[in-house]
Structures are given as structure tokens and as C-alpha cells.
């Protein structure tokens, strides 16, 4: 660690000032270059005590910029890890305060819930996949709270991977009955397709966003316990979203999921 604790939580204020008033800000990098990665996550996890101190429960994890083009459209290289409280959770079907945001942006993902702990180091797709209850369908909405979405990589893991919202619906599936790397997916916005991918564009197969974040977890002693719900990441490149609009996720045989924005 390069940043003692009066710096960090002076950064978990400003993140999450910025989340509960819908301002942008710069990327803290900018300023504490020589922050590492434990401070990065020690600044998420400060954030985290926070919203437990007020109440909230921590509902989901997340893996993200797992696929080519997430890691693409934000010019990084590795996959991060982050969490979802649970006034994260949009219902099915249901809507998303734009008020509540600073410039959402939608991304669609395959959620997976686990029936057995999951304990790294030496997870891998195989251990995932056993102890996966179901798969479904899920729609991120991101909201970095860095100016114009410009960061790097410890100013977004300071930052919570930017999570603000997510939906998760349609048919939940056992992963025994569907091949995640070719299932196929569909985003829309008001009905017109705007993103297509499939699963493998995530790390090949989704489940080794699961594995990565089970095995990340092991270095700082954690599991990833029984009956969590995990976002393994946007398949396709994020897309923005404005009051009015509808977005469904139709993801091959597990139905759709679907969030409007007012
Ligand atoms: C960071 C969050 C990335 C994903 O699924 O790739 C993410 C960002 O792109 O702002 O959640
Ligand atoms: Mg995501």
C-alpha cells in the first residue's frame, strides 16, 4: 500500500460523494499517481463499509471489462471486480431513475447464482460450472463517476467498476442445458438491436470471469459463498441510454430481461 488510511478514506468520500450527488470527477490517479492496486481495492472496500455501516446489503458481485471490446472501448488490459448493493437491483421489467445518475450506460451480461462456495486459488470454468445453480440473463447499467468515462485501471476499481444498477430476469437456466460460449445474445433499445454478441467474447467462456474473481477473492482470504449473484462482465461494448428509453436483453433460451429509463 502506498496511501495511508487518511488518504484512503478522503477517496472513498469523494467517490461516493459523487455517486449520491450525481457529480463527475477526475480520475484519482491524477492526483495520487503512485496509488497500487491494494489501495484500489482498499478505497472499494471502504466504499463498501460505508453503505453496510447505512443499512445496506451487499447483494451481487461483479467481474468487469472482461470481453476484447469493453477492454477496448475503456483502452485497459485486465479484468476488475466489484459489488452491488441492494438498492442497485431494478426489478424485472421495471425503471431506472435517470435523476439518480450521472451518464448511465447499459451492458448486457449472462448472471450467474452459485449453489456452493466457491474458493479460490486454482477455480477454472469446471469448478464454476458445478457449482453454478443457474444462469440468466442480466443488463448492467454503469455509471463511472469519472468525467467522460476517462480512467485507468486502479481509478475504476477505486471506484466500485462504476456499478449503479442492474436488472436480472427472464428463464434461469441450469448450466447443464445451455453451451455459454455460443449462446447467443441480443441488446435492445426501443426494440432496434444495438449490440450482438455471444458468450465466449467474455474470457472464452463467462464462467472464467467467475473462476478470476473467485481466485482474486482467495489473496485477500475471501470465497465467493453459496447463493451470490455474480455479473461476469459486458459481452458487447456499453451503450448510453437516455429518459424514455426501453432495454430488453434476449439472451438464447433463457428469455429476456428488460429495464425503461425515466
Ligand atoms: C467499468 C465497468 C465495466 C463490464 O461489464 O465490463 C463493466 C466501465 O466500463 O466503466 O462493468
Ligand atoms: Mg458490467
Not at 74 to 87: K, N, S, W
Not at 123 to 146: K, N, Q, W
Not at 215 to 225: S, Y
Not at 244 to 254: A, H, K, S, Y
Amino acid at each position: 500500500m502506498k496511501l495511508d488510511i487518511q488518504t484512503i478514506n478522503a477517496l472513498a468520500d469523494r467517490l461516493e460523494g459523487c455517486q449520491l450527488k450525481q457529480q463527475d470527477t477526475t480520475k484519482i490517479t491524477d492526483d495520487h499517481p503512485e496509488m497500487d492496486w491494494d489501495d484500489a481495492y482498499a478505497i472499494q472496500d471502504e466504499i463498501r463499509h460505508r453503505k453496510v455501516a447505512r443499512g445496506l446489503r451487499v447483494i451481487g458481485l461483479k467481474a468487469g471489462l472482461t470481453s476484447h471490446a469493453k477492454m477496448k472501448q475503456m483502452g485497459v488490459t485486465t479484468p476488475v471486480f466489484g459489488f452491488m448493493t441492494e438498492d442497485y437491483a431494478v426489478p424485472d421489467g421495471g425503471e431506472c431513475k435517470l435523476s439518480e445518475l450521472i451518464h448511465p450506460k447499459v451492458e448486457p451480461e449472462i448472471a450467474f447464482v452459485t449453489k456452493t462456495e466457491l474458493r479460490g486459488p486454482g477455480c477454472h470454468i469446471g469448478t464454476v460450472l458445478a457449482a453454478t445453480d443457474f444462469v440468466m440473463p442480466g443488463i448492467e447499467v454503469i455509471d463511472s463517476r469519472y468525467r467522460d468515462f476517462k480512467f485507468d485501471l486502479k481509478s475504476v476499481v477505486a471506484d466500485n467498476t462504476a456499478a449503479a444498477r442492474f436488472v436480472v430476469g427472464g428463464q434461469p437456466m441450469d448450466v447443464s442445458g445451455v453451451d455459454l460460449r455460443t449462446v447467443g445474445i441480443v441488446l435492445e433499445k426501443n426494440g432496434s438491436p444495438v449490440a450482438f454478441g455471444a458468450g465466449a467474447a467474455v474470457l472464452g467462456h463467462p464462467a472464467a470471469a467467475i473462476a478470476m474473481l473467485a481466485n482474486h477473492l482467495a489473496e485477500r482470504g475471501e470465497c465467493i459463498p453459496a447463493g451470490t449473484l455474480i455479473l461476469s462482465g459486458g459481452i458487447t461494448e456499453a451503450v448510453s441510454v437516455q429518459a424514455g428509453d426501453n432495454v430488453t436483453l434476449r439472451v438464447q433460451g433463457m428469455g429476456s430481461t428488460s429495464m425503461r429509463f425515466i
